[in-house]
């Protein structure tokens, strides 16, 4: 049964084109991965087939009775009315369910006290509105509720967090886990692994593998759609090809494609060749050479003529400048410890590095990872241990949120500012590369898009004749073509890679070993579906694991006095953040007043200021977050007692 049909849908923005003629259809329980460059029109597709906006020309058909949901990639998450916490969020889903659950309590209450005839009607709604409760799953929406988060990264100590303090990457998890548990006929997701560490990336692929209703997803993690999706949709010069199969295999067939393009420039290379024969022996005139020019007409006219395919869309190619060679060692880690406050990131951290290795960092999110490449480069404060590069190290960064690029500069200045001996025709032909062709070098970089950034900041790298690349999620808003070309382009560095990254795919081309960072610390030496593997068994083997021995009554009277004594810490703690709070508070104040005032007209001053009420800023939402971790701790205590 056809569950959705798109039928000659046009999308133009001012006189440029985004989608012509795209035409497509699923069935029921299709599960179609959209994929095409940045900038091909997936996502303007999946607004248009939602209705967020209206066609130029063409419809969108769904089957009858069909419930829709979408993550979006832009402000992906909605706050429901009247809730503030994330378990709350997710009840409110239902708001049948919960409807029910509190008339539910309201007539238990009323039956109490009431009349044998009021008693009577109270119990047949009573009975209607159970029966409908429980068939509606009202016994076990809560508990799935919790299960689900728990799948998404939110443990029970972030149940009761209000939505206000959550990461844009937390509210992302949220809207998706909140998206899942509605289970819409038709579910349309827009890049929803952005935000997601492998293991819940693993178990996403999984719900996903299995969902019994349609699926629509655009994304370029190439090991998630092999895994997810039974179908593709090629995007390319505005329209859409329908492939019967999943990414690998679609790539397959678009490299027999490429095959074909190649058979016909060779075979208009040949024309060509026999037009220039004939043209010259029509020249010379005589008769042998009469015959021989129509000999070679006639063999042009027996050719099976290979049509013109359309030019392949543009695509990065690109290498990194060679650089002096490093000594053999090139980093030395001891004994590394990262903290914020009194939470503690990891300690003990010990591990070196050797010149030509590819070391990938890997782990859940909130590990540390980022931390430590910020730390490796003296970019964060560390508590003790020590970081030691080897000789004639030279080193480049790439940082996921591109914020060594200037907001104001235009795209030339960013890269003729860091490069000021470098010629503009040789900077010109750097951005043509990385697809900044024309008018795009005039742009600013505030105006950009993620992946114009992320390109942009590759420019940059490439120039910098480094030894050492340390990358931070360098496959973040690239799209599948551009993540290509980077691993092209890192395979071929003659020089060191430490990076941290989410994407297997990347991963598994490049890793000749893995550092695992969690719970504990491990140093894999291999690639990683070796680490991958070894992963999972030992994962196996904690669970199949027996039970720890029950606690003596002496390890019990220590673990009590070690509470008591965390109990103290943490009170002394709580109210250091208050005070802290307040004095923070404060100075925002006095900051603001200033950068509104007496300092406005001093763009020097000003700028100063935005700094320190940004950094400011920042500390208070550090500390918010951990009050309100003392206040959700304190309401358990509560309720325990």
Known sequence: ??????????????????????????????????????????????????????????????????????????????????????????????????????????????????????????????????????????????????SLLEKLGFGEELHQRSISTLSGGQRTRLALARLLFQEPDILILDEPTNHLDIDTMAWLE???????????????????????????????????????CAYTAYKKQKEQQAALEKQYMLQQREIARLEAFIAQQRQWNRERNIIAAESREKAIARMDKIERPEDAPRVLQFAFSKAVQSGNDVLDVKNLAIGFGERT????????????????????????????????????????????????????????????????????????????????RELYSVLAVFMFRGEDVEKTVSVLSGGERARLTLAKLILSKVNVLILDEPTNH???????????????????VIAVSHDRYFMQRLATRVLSMGEAVRDFRGGYAEFAAAHEQAAEEEAASPAKAIPTGKELYLKKKEAQAALRRKEARRKKVIQEIARLEKELANITDRLYGEDASDYIKAAQLEDQRIYVEDQLMQLYEEEADFSIAGNAEETEG
């Open 1 to 146: 049964m056809t569950t959705l049909s798109v039928n000659n849908l046009c999308y133009s923005v001012g006189t440029k084109t985004i989608l012509e003629g795209v035409t497509f259809s699923i069935e029921e329980g299709d599960r179609l991965g959209i994929v095409g460059v940045n900038g091909s029109g997936k996502t303007t597709l999946l607004r248009l087939i939602t209705g967020m906006v209206r066609p130029e020309q063409g419809n969108v058909y769904f089957a009858r009775d069909k419930v829709l949901g979408m993550l979006r990639q832009d402000d992906p998450f909605q706050v429901l009315e009247g809730t503030d916490t994330v378990l709350a969020q997710m009840y409110a889903a239902f708001p049948g369910l919960v409807r029910d659950e509190e008339r539910l309590a309201q007539l238990e209450a009323e039956m109490e006290g009431a009349s044998a005839d009021r008693l009577l009607s109270l119990s047949a709604e009573y009975d209607r509105l159970n029966t409908r409760f429980m068939d509606g799953g009202g016994l076990h929406y809560k508990s799935r509720c919790k």
């Open 206 to 244: 999984g719900h996903l593998a299995g969902y019994k209703k349609t699926l629509l997803l655009v994304s370029h993690d190439r090991y998630f759609l092999d895994r997810v999706t039974n179908k593709t949709l090629d995007i390319e010069h505005h329209k859409a090809k329908l492939y019967q």
């Open 345 to 424: 990131l990891f300690s003990g951290l010990t591990f070196s590095v050797k010149r030509g290795e590819r070391l990938l960092i890997a782990g859940p999110n909130g590990c540390g990872k980022s931390s430590l490449l910020k730390a490796l480069l003296g970019k964060l404060p560390t508590r003790c241990g020590s970081v030691t590069f080897g000789y004639n190290v030279r080193v480049g960064y790439y940082d996921q949120e591109n914020q060594n690029l200037s907001p104001d500069k235009t795209v030339l200045d960013e890269l003729w500012d860091a490069y000021p001996t470098i010629g503009q």
């Open 478 to 496: 690239l799209d599948i073509s551009s993540r290509e070309a980077l691993e092209n382009a890192l395979e071929a560095f003659e020089g060191t």
